[in-house]
């Protein structure tokens, strides 16, 4: 489904992504691991083409130079300079790192405002599983996403990307501050998406303990690079893994 080759980002000053290359197949769920700074988000935003709009930005206000080199095809096309926009509408879909919520607008506002390109009949769809996919947000459809918790906020982020119909879902750190509980709410809530949807996953974390048992494939990440591949419950049992992300 997607293929990356050789693919490096080079921020003037730091190097964010240097010859990396992955694969993802239809319905996987793949996860990309890496401590702070290791590259992820720069990842995730080099498939949604986010990184585009970053370098165009920074060159209008002559700002640092971004360098992107290698090659990103999605279903054997190259879509390297297709804008974000493009790719959401042919299914690539970001769910960017602490996504923001609209504050004054309510949970079912906020789903809604995602589903605006979608005919009626799909935004019905998308709300009923979004609140079938996450109970805590069917408790609280009229209240104002300012007042959800953290967690149900990151939930609310995930349904709205839902809404606008991936194929392809990207998340980047999904489990970021969240408690244990919310935590495993939320894995279930991923793994309902692919058992329910047949949506493709990349998932970026850095601490991906409650992620590994779930990941048919996972890239490890260190300063940009590729260090290390296999199936998370492969990842569970690498000693190196335990002592860099679990700390035991
Ligand atoms: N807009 C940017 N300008 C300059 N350097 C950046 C920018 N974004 C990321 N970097 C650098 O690229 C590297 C990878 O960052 P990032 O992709 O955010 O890692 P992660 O998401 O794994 O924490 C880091 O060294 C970071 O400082
Ligand atoms: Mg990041």
Avoid at 53 to 58: G, N, P
Avoid at 87 to 94: E, H, Y
Avoid at 220 to 240: A, D, Q, R, S
Wanted: glycine share 10%; proline share 5%.
């Amino acid at each position: 489904m997607l293929s990356v080759h050789n693919l490096l980002v080079f921020y003037e000053n730091a190097l964010g992504l240097n010859d990396f290359s992955m694969e993802v197949q239809p319905g996987m769920i793949v996860g990309v691991i890496g401590s702070n700074s290791a590259g992820k988000t720069t990842l995730l935003n080099t498939l949604s083409g986010l990184i585009l709009d970053i370098q165009l930005k920074e060159r209008r206000k002559g700002g640092e130079r971004i360098t992107v080199v290698g090659q990103v095809l999605f279903e054997g096309r190259d879509i390297s300079q297709d804008p974000p926009y493009i790719r959401a509408r042919n299914g690539i879909v970001l769910c960017r790192e602490r996504h923001p919520v609209f504050p004054d607008s309510t949970v079912v506002e906020n789903l809604r405002i995602s589903g605006y390109l979608r005919q009626r009949a799909d935004i019905r769809k998308g709300m009923d599983l979004a609140f079938d996919l996450f109970p805590n947000l069917a408790r609280w459809k009229r209240r104002k996403a300012g007042f959800l918790s953290g967690g149900e906020q990151q939930m609310l982020a995930i349904a709205m990307a839902m809404m606008v119909g991936p194929r392809l879902l990207l998340l980047d750190e999904p489990l970021l501050g969240l408690s244990p509980a919310m935590q495993s709410q939320l894995v279930q809530a991923i793994k309902d998406i692919r058992r329910q949807t047949g949506v493709t996953l990349v998932i970026a974390e850095q601490f991906a303990r409650p992620l590994l048992p779930m990941l048919d494939f996972t890239y490890v990440i260190e300063n940009g690079m590729l260090t290390l591949t296999g199936t998370g419950p492969e990842l569970i049992e690498n000693p190196e893994i335990k002592s860099a992300y679990f700390g035991v």
